[in-house]
């Protein structure tokens, strides 16, 4: 593993930094570690970078699925824009150390929604189109997963899953079991999940920087990251994620600019894609449900660090039921979206 003070030479070695930033005593080297270990480094100019390293057993596998798709994005200048995806600087395979661009000024919606209380519409409008570019991207043979996501098949685990499930997700996989409706509407979306595009797998906004373009000061453009999870797959899922945790932020009490950045947000999708309101409709209330897929799925992280179904996992829950089944007017409260 490499560790924070091993990292300037390891830089110097790749020709990534100068000795001059190290000298002048412009070198910053942090350790933003998280399920991966992240470490944070800024010097002189075009010196900012993120590396990261996988730490658990499987994430050499996750790493290089996310290299190449760094790769393969940052290479097609025309299918994904440089600014929705931060520039790749090198992939040490035998180590297992990704080395990305740091964004500088750059800022994670999750944060962003904290820190302000909302979203700008302008920012939800830029992630709506980042990930319509994304989107446009088919599948050509290259060789990427293409299942569709674990949480469709939750309410029915498997028998070992009780071997490490806690108490509170044991109550939750109930809570789903319950209402054979929810069964159903999670089996829809699994046989009809779509290998039809090139999806994230996992937006969420801690994975969506907001940051300026060169030489600005205001964050105006959305880049994604955290590739590891990425691959061929239904365009519905990432909509759905995003929407899920504008849904949550309701739920806590946010009011995300009275309520316009999803609307911003599923506005700006569409112009990108150049949907038609039939195709656009249809698509929409697939996000809904996958929304309401993935609020299950946050809630099911939460129950592993828990005993019991806590009052605030009970009403993600709550909510998320409701958008599986499609209830309408769950959705406009919940979203401020009408097909």
Same mark, same amino acid.
């Not at 955290?226 to 797959?233: F, I, K, L, P, T």
């Given at each position: 593993?490499?560790?924070?003070?091993?990292?300037?030479? /390891?830089?110097?070695?790749?020709?990534?930094?100068?000795?001059?930033?190290?000298?002048?005593?412009?070198? $910053?080297?942090?350790?933003?570690?998280?399920?991966?270990?992240?470490?944070?480094?800024?010097?002189?100019?075009?010196?900012? /970078?993120?590396?990261?390293?996988?730490?658990?057993?499987?994430?050499?596998?996750?790493? $290089?699925?996310?290299? !190449?798709?760094? %790769?393969?994005?940052? @290479?097609?200048?025309?299918?994904?824009? @440089?600014?929705?995806? =931060?520039?790749?600087?090198?992939?040490?395979?035998?180590?297992?150390?990704?080395?990305?661009?740091?964004?500088?000024?750059?800022?994670?919606?999750?944060?962003?929604?904290? %820190?302000?209380?909302?979203?700008?519409?302008?920012?939800?409008?830029? *992630?709506?189109?980042?990930?319509?570019?994304?989107? +446009?991207?088919?599948?050509?043979?290259?060789?990427?997963?293409?299942? !569709?996501?674990?949480? *469709?098949?939750?309410?029915?685990?498997?028998?070992?899953?009780? %071997?490490?499930?806690?108490?509170?997700?044991?109550?939750?996989?109930?809570?789903?079991?319950?209402?054979? $409706?929810?069964?159903?509407?999670?089996?829809?979306?699994?046989?009809?999940?779509? !290998?039809?595009? *090139?999806?994230?797998?996992?937006?969420?906004?801690?994975?969506?920087?907001?940051?300026?373009? =060169?030489?600005?000061?205001?964050?105006?453009?959305? @880049?994604?990251?955290?590739?590891?999870?990425?691959?061929?797959?239904?365009?519905?899922?990432?909509?759905?994620?995003?929407?899920?945790?504008?849904?949550?932020?309701?739920?806590?009490?946010?009011?995300?600019?009275?309520?316009?950045?999803?609307?911003?947000?599923?506005?700006?999708?569409?112009?990108? $894609?150049?949907?038609?309101?039939?195709?656009?409709?249809?698509?929409?209330?697939?996000?809904?449900?996958? !929304?309401?897929?993935?609020?299950?799925?946050?809630? /099911?992280?939460?129950?592993?660090?828990?005993?019991?179904?806590?009052?605030?996992?009970?009403?993600?829950?709550?909510?998320?039921?409701?958008?599986?089944?499609?209830?309408?007017?769950?959705?406009?409260?919940?979203?401020?979206?009408? +097909?």
């Amino acid at each position: 593993m490499l560790e924070q003070d091993e990292v300037p030479a /390891y830089l110097l070695r790749r020709r990534l930094l100068s000795r001059r930033s190290i000298v002048a005593g412009h070198l $910053r080297v942090g350790d933003v570690s998280s399920r991966n270990r992240n470490f944070r480094v800024t010097g002189g100019a075009g010196e900012s /970078y993120l590396l990261k390293q996988g730490i658990a057993a499987d994430s050499a596998q996750s790493l $290089r699925n996310e290299a !190449a798709l760094y %790769r393969r994005l940052t @290479a097609d200048a025309a299918a994904a824009p @440089a600014a929705s995806v =931060p520039a790749l600087h090198g992939y040490d395979a035998r180590r297992g150390i990704l080395i990305l661009e740091w964004l500088p000024g750059g800022e994670d919606l999750d944060a962003l929604h904290r %820190r302000r209380g909302g979203c700008p519409p302008a920012l939800a409008a830029a *992630l709506g189109r980042a990930l319509a570019t994304l989107h +446009a991207i088919v599948p050509d043979g290259e060789e990427l997963r293409e299942d !569709a996501p674990w949480v *469709l098949a939750l309410h029915r685990p498997p028998l070992d899953a009780l %071997r490490y499930l806690s108490a509170a997700s044991v109550q939750l996989v109930r809570r789903l079991q319950s209402d054979e $409706r929810i069964g159903v509407a999670f089996d829809e979306l699994r046989d009809g999940w779509r !290998a039809e595009a *090139l999806v994230h797998r996992d937006v969420k906004w801690a994975n969506c920087i907001a940051h300026p373009r =060169p030489g600005g000061s205001r964050p105006t453009r959305v @880049a994604l990251v955290d590739w590891e999870m990425a691959g061929w797959g239904d365009p519905a899922f990432d909509i759905g994620s995003t929407l899920s945790d504008h849904a949550a932020f309701g739920l806590a009490g946010g009011r995300d600019a009275g309520g316009r950045a999803p609307a911003a947000f599923w506005s700006a999708y569409v112009r990108a $894609r150049g949907l038609g309101e039939p195709a656009a409709a249809r698509l929409l209330e697939r996000s809904v449900r996958f !929304a309401g897929a993935r609020l299950v799925q946050s809630a /099911y992280e939460h129950t592993q660090e828990t005993t019991v179904l806590d009052e605030r996992v009970g009403r993600i829950v709550a909510l998320a039921c409701e958008l599986l089944l499609c209830d309408e007017r769950a959705a406009a409260m919940a979203l401020g979206l009408r +097909a």
